[in-house]
């Protein structure tokens, strides 16, 4: 029997702001520990917590821009438990009445798109940070971390395989990246995922036994966790056994799922709402003032690619999946308006230089290595014939971190392109008297070696020769009789 | 001069007539205390330097003049769940072990301020949960007024200091009763206020939707004056309300003609003290002879007040009460592991009662129990509330007794908690509907001990019941009267 398998991810999103959700401790990540902490995030007794404005404005805009309903009151509630890293022994998150629910977003699968509904989201606090000493045998606790806002955003059971899983995340970290309301760095723990999946036999309607699946720190880890479940899930039917319902956790190193607790051993939060907290009134002039100030979104921003600036459906995606890069895009098409060839830049070096400085795990570059004038210039040089296409590659390296416009380097370097025909054929010339055994192998009809020749040519000429034109006067020449 | 039997109001009088100074008012207190407070035990910590300091910088302030506030040099008693700012603050709790707050409750700060002069921390019962202070984890306090009685609770220590003069005012905290009921018991004025009128920052939570903070002093206008002191919206306390602190004395008028109050009948049934019936039936009597017009009212939910309290109370308790897990500050039991550490800090940290309300609230909060308890609780609160609501539309204020019975002996009740727990059968309404209430002196039983009246008012309206207040008291003599100790 085939089954197909029922996915839905819950994402904890670190918010950007700059104070606590519940107090004004900054949420600067990696300061020395415990020293963005006070008395209301570090549990004290006689504290009381004061909602920060912008948690529930970014909550909002997220809402916004996954299609959410805004509730006009919502509540925080509190979660009860016990553990080092939770102060006040109860986690203030929201329970009943979410500030956003119903939304969906649009993602791209196969070509095709497919709507991913938002069941919920909602506002809470992170917690602590707990790190095991090993030399003492002693257990550390940052607080740091504790009370530093998150949004929970839980999707409905739609989707149907972990290459799927994998773009609705990329596609919801995108809309948060453009709402700047997170970074987005799964890897440093400011995008988390639980999934949550469960297979039934294909067909059928009702769902199976569902598990929740942990500590997935990548979006690699997601879809081959989830790869590994469908499978491990699949067999074990197909065997003739029975799941259950339980928690597991990814292992990485060992590329498996394992057990972590059962149903039965699941906690009972004791969710109430919290009674240090007024109910949240969210006015409808203040969604509107929000509304009003959503950037334009990635979905929208790629089709607007794909028809303003006529790139394939590939190059729009690539472009617009980060904020900054789509603007980086724009930027340059503005000074010169060849915008595959750009694109074909970006996607291509720019990127690689990126992916090297990690620079690509920012949520907006700052000082990019090479500005998109400089950028755009590049390819006006290229278009003009003034460079080489081979010539452009030393040219962008020299130009990384400098802010010096490539046509000046292009000077300096005396790289520009020769296409005269008279330099042209005296190094053709010289070449053809250099290599007489090839000259005569091209005329007993070894076409092969004709590639040889340009190769010298291009060499003489340290690639400098208009390679077009090379090629035209090698042909001339050689059908020349000697 | 016994300078430590002065009211509030008259110490800040002469204070400012440089009669004496704030120095020599706080060494009377302190004698006073040495003098008394091994019968009393009211306080769990005394800080004499730092009050003496207090006195002697209020004292430069009284030189400048510059119309000091009038709790400037004022000697004042403090709850010990308050956090006050260097001062170890226990709650009554070994759980907190030797914990030293490094911040100031909101009304603390506002009391430096204004220069009080802080004596020390009074017991309580632990985590303000019971009616006797017995239930403090260091000893019982007892009553001034027969040392063989409890001073009732959970502000048993405040309202013994201030009926024994160990201090001119004290601040105490109300969640079911806690003010009013042992200022019954002791004789002095205790007022809660309307929840949201007081900020909550710094006071040692017990249940968040009820606690409130409030005077207790030997008079109505003192207790005008601390409430006017620590009153007001506080940005740091989501729940306290930003609207304008009155000057409460203004309604000082003695005038009550045409205010109408109303008796609600569910308060006057048996199992109170006669004496306590004869003695508010007088009262009320007074009040209309003054002027006042009475009205018949019903609270029909009021049989309902204490089921509702101690699900609602001891559900949020159980949730603020977990942070005490041996984990930043506090009692740790050492231990194996984790969960031993939690547990074993726990079991020896909390006392019976507090234990009893953690496994309470922990039960109603519990999947599959919610709806049955916490949430039915909640539909009953808000009929209680409008039980209120529907009242006021007859009447002005409500008057009532304070509490059932006067100081009952110690350990009478303590085997037995629902008996505990019916000392506050007038109070709990109050704080489940959130309104603003006062206690008062309105005469003595048989064998000598206070009998208090409750003046229950609107929302924001603590100016109607100190008026009333104020009026009764112009009065009656019982303002006046003091142990004999």
């Known amino acids: ?482 | 001069m016994n300078l430590h039997a002065l009211t509030l109001h008259e110490a800040a009088e002469k204070l400012r007539k440089h009669e004496f100074s704030s120095q020599e008012l706080t060494d009377s207190v302190f004698h006073r205390i040495t003098q008394t407070d091994d019968k009393i035990h009211a306080y769990l910590t005394l800080c004499r330097d730092a009050a003496l300091n207090q006195a002697k910088k209020a004292d430069q302030r009284l030189r400048q003049g510059n119309n000091p506030p009038p709790l400037l040099g004022v000697p004042i008693a403090i709850k010990d769940n308050f956090l006050t700012c260097d001062i170890q603050t226990t709650c009554a709790s070994k759980i907190l072990g030797r914990f030293i707050p490094p911040y100031d409750a909101t009304t603390i700060k506002k009391l430096r301020a204004d220069g009080a002069v802080f004596i020390g921390k009074t017991n309580l019962d632990e985590f303000a949960m019971g009616s006797s202070a017995e239930n403090s984890a260091f000893f019982p306090t007892c009553n001034p007024w027969n040392i063989e009685r409890v001073p009732g609770g959970s502000s048993g220590g405040s309202a013994a200091a201030v009926a024994a003069d160990q201090c001119l005012a004290a601040l105490g905290t109300d969640t079911g009763g806690s003010i009013r009921q042992p200022a019954a018991c002791c004789g002095i004025v205790g007022l809660k206020p309307t929840y949201g009128r007081v900020s909550r920052y710094g006071i040692i939570a017990f249940a968040s939707s009820m606690d409130q903070v409030g005077p207790m002093t030997k008079d109505v206008e003192d207790c005008a004056l601390l409430l006017e002191a620590v009153a007001g919206y506080d940005s740091a306390d989501s729940t306290s309300v930003n609207r304008p602190v009155p000057h409460y004395t203004d309604a000082f008028t003695g005038n009550i003609k045409g205010l109408r109050l109303g008796i609600p009948k569910e308060y006057f049934v048996s199992g109170m003290q006669p004496e306590i019936d004869r003695a508010v039936r007088d009262a009320i009597r007074l009040l209309e002879a003054n002027g006042a017009r009475i009205e018949e009212i019903t609270l029909p939910h009021t049989e309902y007040a204490i089921a509702v309290y101690y699900i609602v109370a001891t559900a949020e308790a159980s949730s603020n009460l977990s942070r005490y897990d041996g984990m930043r500050y506090g009692h740790r039991a050492p231990a194996a592991d984790l969960i031993e550490t939690y547990m074993r800090s726990r079991e020896e940290g909390f006392g019976p009662e507090v234990k009893r309300r953690i496994i309470l609230g922990t039960y109603v909060l519990s999947a599959g129990y919610y709806d049955a308890y916490y949430l039915k609780a909640q539909r009953a609160r808000r009929l209680i509330k409008k039980d209120f609501d529907d009242a006021f539309h007859g009447c002005d204020a409500i008057v009532t007794p304070t509490a059932p019975t006067t100081a009952f002996k110690i350990g009478e009740k303590t085997q037995d908690p629902l008996q505990m727990y019916l000392s506050d059968i007038y109070t709990i309404s109050v704080n489940l509907a959130g309104l603003p209430a006062l206690s008062l002196p309105c005469g003595f039983d048989a064998t000598g001990l206070p009998i208090g009246l409750q003046i229950i008012g609107q929302p924001f309206d603590e100016a109607t019941i100190l008026r009333v207040a104020y009026a009764y008291e112009q009065s009656t003599p019982w303002h006046k009267e003091k142990p004999g100790l």
């Open chain 1, 1 to 482: 029997m085939k089954y197909e398998p029922v996915i839905g991810l819950e994402v904890h999103a670190q918010l950007l702001t700059r104070a606590k959700i519940f107090c004004g401790c900054s949420t600067k990540f990696g300061s020395e520990p415990n020293s963005n902490t006070c008395p209301v995030c570090a549990g004290f007794p006689g504290v009381l917590p004061v909602l920060n404005k912008k948690v529930v404005e970014f909550a909002i805009r997220a809402g916004l821009a996954t299609n959410c309903e805004i509730a006009p009151f919502s509540r925080l509630a509190r979660k009860n438990y016990f553990y080092p890293d939770l102060p006040k022994g109860y986690q203030i998150s929201q329970y009943e009445l979410p500030v956003c629910a119903n939304g969906y977003i649009d993602v791209i699968v196969n070509g095709s798109s497919k709507q991913i509904h938002l069941t919920r989201i909602h506002m809470e606090e992170d917690a602590g940070k707990n790190i095991h000493d090993q030399r003492s045998d002693s257990s550390l606790v940052d607080l740091n971390r504790a009370g530093v806002p998150l949004l929970e955003i839980v999707s409905e059971p739609d989707i149907r395989s972990a290459e799927e899983a994998g773009h609705y995340l990329r596609s919801l970290r995108a809309i948060l990246q453009y709402l700047a309301i997170c970074d987005g760095n799964m890897e440093e723990g400011s995008f988390r995922c639980d999934a949550n999946i469960s297979v039934r036999p294909e067909g059928s309607q009702t769902l199976g036994t569902k598990v929740e699946i942990k500590n997935l720190n990548s979006f690699k880890a997601v879809e081959k966790a989830l790869e590994y479940e469908i499978k491990r899930q699949s067999e074990t039917l197909s065997d003739g056994g029975t799941l259950i319902q339980e928690t597991r956790l990814w292992d990485e190193n060992r590329e498996v799922t394992r057990s972590m607790r059962s149903k039965e051993s699941a906690h009972d939060y004791r969710y109430f709402p919290d009674p240090d907290l007024l109910p949240l009134v969210i006015d409808k002039t203040w969604i509107e003032e929000i509304r009003a100030s959503l950037p334009e979104l990635p979905q929208a921003r790629k089709n607007r690619f794909e028809s303003q600036y006529a790139l394939p459906a590939y190059d729009a995606e690539l472009l617009t999946s980060r904020k900054d890069v789509a603007d980086y895009f724009e930027s340059a098409v503005k000074i010169y308006p060849n915008p595959k060839s750009i694109s074909n830049w970006i996607i291509g070096d720019l990127f690689r230089v990126l992916k090297e400085r990690k620079l690509d795990e920012q949520l907006y570059i700052m000082s990019w290595p090479l500005q998109s004038t400089q950028m755009a210039e590049l390819v006006r040089l290229i278009d003009e014939g003034t460079i080489s296409g081979k010539i452009a590659k030393t040219v962008f390296d020299a130009m990384l971190d400098s802010s010096r416009p490539p046509r000046e380097i292009v000077a300096e370097k005396g790289l520009e392109q020769v296409s005269d025909a008279a330099s042209i054929e005296a190094a053709v010339e010289e070449i053809l008297a250099a290599n007489p055994k090839q000259v005569s192998q091209y005329k007993s009809g070894n076409e092969k070696v004709f590639s040889f020749l340009v190769g010298q040519v291009m060499k003489a000429t340290k690639g400098k020769v208009n390679p077009q034109k090379a090629n035209e006067i090698l042909r001339q020449k050689l059908s020349q009789p000697i």
